[in-house]
């Protein structure tokens, strides 16, 4: 950098912070042997945090903000120098460092291109007020740059610039929660280093480009929530590193793609809330690792996949709303499954018993199908799921009370079985023999809906949608769950 624009820029500065920026430099001219920063790169880092943050005397507070006056968003490292010289690696400002809070004009400053050995920017819940969008020259030339991470800024506008796949050393980009909007700029395949892309939560249009095929270290992409249209890319299954994959609440239609199942180490897809038709790809059932598979909400309209039972890492299954049809297959060997959402779909035939022995199910919903016959679980099964136990809404579903402690068909709202009306074909249920009821309750079949007082007329069951989402998280691959209340 030329001189000249550095005192022009030390004059600009100077008349701000008074006597700040002199005061370091004596110091550290005095102790010749501490290791130093270059002026211009302080004075960037300065003017940075200034356009960030509402305290007007950071750089006064913060003189030596690599030594002895640090601030815990900000890092630096030693470079390798001869002398060596500390420059600044790390801006970091977020809900973990709130003092001082950001201002409500805060920018991002041009002066971030005097930081060019920057590893990780990260600024979250920052830009909230005035309108700041990213700018095309902006990036291109933080060439060191590994983590960009701006998130849950919602006045952050505008289009994501082509620029970034400048930066050749990015692993990790997030812009999730912001307002950015357009296309995903096909040149971000160029970025074969990237391990982590979260563009969630923003209104983002268009098709995937194809070029996204070229990230290959890819292991998180999360581009859920937006209104990404077009198909899922068949060329996803190529980035043989993808753990996971998450697609939901946008406008994608058509079918998956068979080559989607050669991601062997994919732990969780999820395609819930978008125009999907199937059938489900056999080849899905190469998928391995994979522990989530979300697909809620979608015209599927076809065959529940039997190779589900076959994928024995599965943690959580949700098929809500899909339009499957077929019988539920035999899931026993799924020992770590915890969730089963097969609600809203056209399922036929019996409910297997052996769903009552899984040890780690948790949540069972099986509503509003055309499933029949009589449903048997352990007490134990029943107890324990309570609440998250649905098999309401299924005309030949019914439950014989005398094998439970309890009047289970009241508890489930299901029907007693008898053998009329269709309702649960030849099912009938033995006499009742409680030794101790003299009133002799006689079987009968429950016609009436929910009754306004019945337990489950309680908050959550009847209200909740289990609307489910995964949550994308940079650091990890297992995100939680969210559940959109409706
Ligand atoms: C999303 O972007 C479209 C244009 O692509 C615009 O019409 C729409 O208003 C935006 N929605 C939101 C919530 O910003
Ligand atoms: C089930 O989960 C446990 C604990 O996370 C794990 O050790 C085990 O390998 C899993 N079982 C299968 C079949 O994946
Ligand atoms: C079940 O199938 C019928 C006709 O095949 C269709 O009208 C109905 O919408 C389907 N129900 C669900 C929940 O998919
Ligand atoms: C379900 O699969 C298991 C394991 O393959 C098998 O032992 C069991 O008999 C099957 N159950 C039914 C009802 O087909
Ligand atoms: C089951 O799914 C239905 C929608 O089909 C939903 O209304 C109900 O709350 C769900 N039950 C549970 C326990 O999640
Ligand atoms: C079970 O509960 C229903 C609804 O609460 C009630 O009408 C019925 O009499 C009960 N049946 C038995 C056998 O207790
Ligand atoms: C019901 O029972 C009758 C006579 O016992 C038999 O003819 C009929 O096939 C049975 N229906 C079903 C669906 O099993």
């Not at 996803?236 to 998956?256: P, T």
């Not at 079987?443 to 908050?459: A, N, T, V």
Request: a negative charge; glycine letters at 8%.
């Amino acid at each position: 950098m030329a001189s000249s624009s550095l005192s022009l820029y030390l004059v600009g500065f100077l008349a701000i912070l008074a006597g700040g920026v002199m005061g370091l430099q004596g110091k550290t001219e005095e102790t010749g042997e501490m290791v130093m920063m270059e002026e211009e790169e302080l004075l960037g880092l300065f003017d940075v945090m200034g356009s960030l943050l509402d305290e007007p005397g950071w750089a006064q507070v913060h003189q030596e903000p690599c030594t002895n006056t640090p601030w815990p968003g900000v890092g630096c490292e030693v470079g390798e120098e001869d002398p060596p010289i500390f420059h600044v690696t790390l801006i970091h400002v977020g809900p973990d460092v709130v003092n001082p809070p950001c201002k409500s004009s805060a920018k991002l400053s041009d002066s971030l291109l005097k930081l060019p050995y920057l590893k990780t920017l990260s600024i979250f819940n920052c830009f909230v007020a005035s309108p700041v969008s990213l700018s095309r020259s902006l990036f291109g030339a933080l060439s060191s740059l590994e983590h960009l991470s701006l998130q849950s800024n919602p006045s952050l506008f505008g289009e994501i610039p082509p620029g970034l796949s400048s930066l050749k050393d990015l692993r990790v980009l997030s812009l999730s929660q912001n307002n950015i909007q357009g296309n995903i700029p096909s040149e971000l395949g160029g970025l074969v280093k990237l391990e982590q892309l979260d563009l969630s939560y923003n209104n983002l249009s268009g098709e995937i480009p194809e070029e996204i095929g070229g990230l290959e270290s890819l292991s998180i992409l999360d581009l859920s929530w937006n209104a990404i249209e077009g198909e899922v890319p068949s060329y996803l299954g190529q980035l043989q590193l993808l753990q996971k994959v998450d697609l939901c609440s946008n406008r994608i239609h058509g079918k998956i793609a068979p080559e989607l199942g050669n991601l062997n180490r994919l732990v969780l897809l999820d395609l819930s809330h978008n125009f999907i038709n199937g059938p489900i790809p056999e080849t899905f059932s190469g998928l391995e690792q994979l522990q989530y598979l979300i697909l809620d909400q979608n015209p599927i309209n076809s065959h529940i996949p039997f190779f589900l039972g076959t994928l024995k890492k599965l943690v959580s299954i949700s098929f809500s709303g899909c339009g499957l049809t077929g019988t539920i297959p035999n899931l026993s060997l799924l020992k770590n499954l915890t969730a089963l959402s097969l609600d809203n779909n056209n399922l036929s035939g019996t409910v297997p018993p052996n769903l009552g022995s899984l040890p780690n199910l948790d949540h069972l919903n099986l509503s509003n199908n055309k499933l029949r016959g009589e449903l048997v679980f352990p007490d134990e099964f029943i107890y324990r799921l309570g609440e998250r136990l649905d098999v309401r809404g299924n005309e030949g579903l019914c439950t014989c009370n005398q094998q439970y402690k309890e009047n289970i068909s009241a508890y489930l709202q299901t029907p007693v079985c008898l053998g009329t009306e269709g309702i649960s074909e030849n099912r009938t249920c033995p006499k009742q023999q409680h030794p101790d009821d003299s009133k002799g309750i006689s079987p009968f079949l429950y016609h009436g809906k929910i009754s306004s007082d019945s337990p489950f007329q309680d908050s959550q069951l009847m209200s909740a949608s289990f609307g489910l989402c995964f949550l994308s998280s940079i650091v990890s691959i297992v995100s939680s769950f969210c559940f959109h209340y409706v």
